[in-house]
């Protein structure tokens, strides 16, 4: 799920659902300043890579996360319960 959190782009507040697997693999590229999440909604376990473009920086952190149930995201995940949480990078 990636929810656009751009002010200035021209598809802001706009959700899309990617739906990937074994048959549809893909390689996936998240602009700064989008949110996104994911959900494993098959039965078997799930491979996902996170190629960031640089180091994380504890000391100055990039990226915010928010809870996958929060009210600033209008987006309901699956009723099986996710797990994660959002995420957008520093833009």
Do not use: C
């Amino acid at each position: 799920m990636l929810y656009d959190g751009r002010e200035e782009s021209s598809t802001y507040g706009m959700i899309n659902e990617i739906y990937l697997g074994d048959a549809r693999p893909a390689f996936v590229v998240i602009p700064i300043g989008v949110w996104h999440g994911l959900q494993n909604l098959g039965t078997e376990d799930a491979l996902v890579l996170n190629l960031p473009t640089q180091a994380y920086n504890y000391s100055g952190p990039d990226h915010w996360r928010l809870p996958f149930d929060t009210d600033e995201i209008p987006y309901k995940w699956a009723s099986r319960g996710a797990t994660t949480r959002l995420r957008s990078d520093a833009r």
